[in-house]
């Protein structure tokens, strides 16, 4: 369909269904949790249980304010007011995170405090792995729980920057139709039902369909999604939770600008062309998915014993004409300008790359025991368990051939024929196991004291494969993680904190343009250090500080005199030292801020690379801030008013440090009315993302070794309503 003319049908539809004599909602119609929306929730009694931490907590049993860690829960309210369809998008609601990799038409990465996500561990669903290779959809998900900063209780082998975690919807009674569309003319509708078929056993349905227009030309997609949760009250005293959700999707990706000649920001850049694009080029399909389960037991009202486990999976139809490099460029042909860099003058090489069936699974298994108990006047909360986990790559050999060589300022892309090649067999290229115990004492000395003792115990075992699936890596290692944290309760509503938390992340792999291609370093351990302040400032604002410091071996490409001229190396150390500020919650009854900032300094020290110290790494800006606030305006009953700002300062895109993409702000907005349509609550919802149009570099991230520049989206405008049933 044409981009540009397409009428924007349901647009029309869903105004023509508003009528001019429309009742106001109820102040609490939208206000409810989920399972209260328009209804009352029926179940039977809960068998008693103790309070739990979230699921990703590394720190027991406690709530917010009991938590030494800086942490962040984005709830459902805000998932569906800011109308949150991916990562990229969830990262923008708070300032500790920013992209790292997010094209547009493929799966998304992030980074915390500067530290990419790891793939393979910093994604959760209800607290276990999932393969974070895949576009995580939200329409099942209750609440993004979000721990920035090292793990090592919690996750085992995992990147220092944090973890993110879905939670999934519970059954209730609730029956929801959301439909969407925006100024390019998509048509996204959604459905979520919930019932308790009987006193004992409920289900919770949800499902979308997204037929989606990119404001990049040729990027339009399709998405489709199910999910299925069932909450079973076993006995008295147990309860079973299973998830399981599946997502088929197709979109072409859209290929990231490279630097000019290797140090200069491309110019005059055109965010809705595509990179590379050949009539010919494939979506890139993406199926995901991934199952959970939850055994919980109540021993007595002190003790709880849970067993959980998990199978993720993801299927990536790789299929894209790359915009990459320029090692056949006439500009480049002399060896003066980097090949992994775009020209001087704009041209880039277009690869035909191909990797079909490119499966990633995961596989956890854990068993915990919680409980209370007290020694004298010391009380105990002990959290004891263990876990395995299994993580396998198999792949294709794929196709990268090279076709032909563009230019950033093509208006239509030249045409070229694809490469006759074809794809490999499929062959296994990773096999990662670990297996681990772990322990945590909250000791609690009266009211003002507490002291958080524990540890995990890790055994990995890791085998990596060739193209060929040729043995290359047979790894083993060991490795206690500790962790520890002292918490003082100035009185009922301050608490202040220090903690030390050791963290395991893998080697990384040596780019291809590296002398050592392919060679993988050793394993890094690292260390956080945080101090932290929260503060329930009323029963509906919270406010946090912390100050933090994390260090971990720093492995980079290297420039010597070898015939690459770089080499992988590990040398010296990366110092990520930060503040992070934030305040949630309701100022007046009628006005609600999410804001936060962070300011973080990221240095590389004593690597032997000079001019690789004294400024910041690549793609960590040195602030960020996210402010976002709504307002129930009193003389409209259902009417609200929202607005955000988000910055980030300069952005590094060099290793020497001397190129970086300049800071930018953006504003968002948006209107919500709420009423009652005869006798269904409805909920409009119009939102407008970028209202000045402002262009900017969102993200100087890297993928394989090397580092892409990606726009921020133009001014967005969407329309969703959610009705009722």
Not at 379 to 399: I, M, Q
Request: charged letters at 20%.
């Amino acid at each position: 369909m044409n981009r540009y003319h397409r009428l924007p049908l349901l647009t029309a539809a869903l105004c023509v269904v508003l009528p001019l004599h429309a009742n106001d909602a109820p102040a609490d119609a939208f206000d409810r949790t989920p399972t209260e929306l328009a209804s009352v929730q029926v179940q039977a009694d809960r068998p008693a249980t103790q309070d739990s931490p979230a699921p990703f907590s590394s720190f027991g049993a406690g709530d917010w304010k009991d938590t030494p860690a800086s942490t962040r829960v984005l709830d459902r309210a805000l998932i569906e007011d800011r109308q949150v369809r991916t990562l990229s998008e969830l990262a923008r609601n708070d300032a500790s995170l920013g992209d790292s990799y997010a094209p547009v038409g493929y799966y998304q990465n992030v980074a915390i405090r500067g530290f990419a996500l790891d793939t393979g561990t910093g994604y959760r669903f209800n607290g276990l792995a999932i393969a974070g290779e895949q576009r995580v959809p939200l329409e099942h998900i209750q609440q993004v729980e979000i721990l920035k900063g090292a793990a090592g209780l919690a996750a085992g082998v995992m990147a220092p920057g944090g973890i993110i975690n879905y939670v999934g919807k519970r059954p209730a009674e609730v029956r929801t139709l959301t439909l969407g569309t925006d100024a390019e003319g998509s048509r996204y509708a959604a459905v979520d039902f919930g019932h308790w078929l009987t006193p004992r056993f409920g289900v919770r349905l949800n499902a979308a369909w997204d037929d989606s227009v990119s404001y990049i030309e040729h990027a339009d997609g399709r998405r489709n999604f199910y999910s299925l949760a069932a909450d079973w009250l076993v006995g008295e005293r147990g309860k079973l939770e299973v998830d399981a959700n599946y997502q088929t999707s197709a979109q072409r990706s859209a290929s990231g600008y490279q630097l000019l000649g290797g140090v200069a920001l491309p110019g005059r850049v055109d965010r809705e062309h595509m990179l590379g694009y050949q009539s010919w080029q494939q979506p890139v399909g993406i199926d995901s998915t991934n199952i959970t389960a939850l055994h919980t037991y109540d021993f007595s009202p002190d003790w709880q014993s849970r067993v959980s486990a998990s199978q993720s999976r993801t299927v990536i139809d790789d299929r894209v004409a790359f915009a990459y490099g320029c090692y056949y460029a006439a500009q480049c042909a002399d060896g003066n300008v980097p090949g992994n860099a775009f020209a001087p003058n704009g041209d880039y090489d277009i690869y035909d790359y191909r990797s079909p069936d490119d499966t990633r699974r995961n596989r956890e298994v854990r068993a915990e025991l919680r409980g209370r108990f007290a020694t004298g006047a010391i009380g105990h909360e002990l959290t004891v368990g263990v876990d395995a986990f299994d993580r396998t790559v198999d792949k294709h050999r794929n196709v990268n051939a090279y076709v032909g060589t563009g230019n950033i300022h093509d208006a239509h892309v030249p045409q070229f024929a694809p490469s006759p090649l074809m794809p490999g067999p499929s062959v296994p290229r990773l096999d990662s196991r670990q297996t681990a115990a772990f322990l945590l004492d909250r000791i609690s000395f009266g009211d003002d004291w507490q002291w958080l003792l524990g540890g995990r115990y890790v055994r990995l075992d890791e085998r990596s494969y060739s193209k060929r699936g040729a043995p290359e890596r047979n790894d083993t290692l060991s490795r206690f993680l500790p962790q520890t944290a002292l918490i003082w309760s100035a009185n009922s509503s301050i608490n202040a904190y220090a903690s030390y938390v050791s963290g395991l992340d893998l080697g990384q792999e040596a780019p291809f343009w590296t002398s050592n291609d392919g060679t993988f370093l050793p394993s890094m351990l690292s260390r956080q250090i945080e101090v932290g302040a929260k503060f329930a400032a009323s029963d509906a604002l919270n406010l946090g500080a912390a100050v933090f410091r994390t260090t971990r071996p720093f492995q980079y490409a290297s420039p010597d005199g070898s015939d690459a001229g770089y080499t992988f190396v590990e040398a010296g150390r990366q110092v990520h030292t930060g503040l992070e500020l934030t305040a949630d919650g309701r100022i007046t009854d009628r006005l609600h801020l999410s804001a936060s900032a962070a300011m973080l300094q990221a240095r590389a020290r004593d690597t032997g690379t000079p001019a690789y110290h004294g400024h910041q790494l690549i793609n960590v800006p040195r602030t960020r801030a996210s402010v976002h606030v709504d307002y129930q305006l009193p003389f409209a009953p259902g009417l609200t008013l929202a607005g955000g700002w988000r910055h980030a300062s300069s952005n590094v895109a060099t290793a020497d440090g001397r190129t970086r993409a300049p800071g930018y702000s953006v504003v968002d907005a948006g209107v919500r009315f709420r009423h009652q349509l005869g006798g269904p609550a409805v909920s409009w919802n119009l939102s407008v993302d970028n209202v000045f149009n402002r262009f900017y570099w969102s993200d100087t991230g890297s993928s394989s070794g090397d580092y892409y520049l990606f726009p921020g989206a133009p001014r967005q405008l969407r329309l969703a309503v959610t009705v009722a049933l």
